[in-house]
């Protein structure tokens, strides 16, 4: 019975997941849906980063507010994505050390 169960699960949470990768490449989409589903991993990406850049220092959030626009700004001159995430990195230790 257990056996059942787990197959049935499996199927459940395969489904959903291999379905838009055969039928999405075989569909159109109008220029505007397109520049909005490439917008959501951004969006996603964006909601779990956002709140943990408010929660860095509980004492003092804009600690956490200036690292993140660090990171913006080495990632809008182009930098590579890990010296964008080390740079915000170092830039939060020194205004915590700081501070």
Not at 1 to 23: D, E, K, Q, Y
Not at 33 to 54: D, K
Not at 62 to 75: R, S
């Amino acid at each position: 019975m257990i056996l059942f169960i787990i197959i049935g699960m499996s199927l459940v949470t395969m489904i959903p997941r291999i379905i838009p990768a055969f039928v999405v490449d075989k569909l159109q989409f109008k220029d505007w849906i397109n520049r909005w589903l490439n917008a959501i991993p951004y969006a996603a990406l964006g909601a779990l980063i956002f709140p943990g850049v408010l929660t860095v220092n509980a004492d003092n959030p804009y600690i956490g507010l200036a690292g993140g626009i660090i990171a913006i700004l080495l990632a809008y001159i182009g930098l590579n994505v890990i010296f964008v995430v080390i740079g915000a990195i170092i830039s939060v230790f020194l205004m915590t050390t700081l501070i």
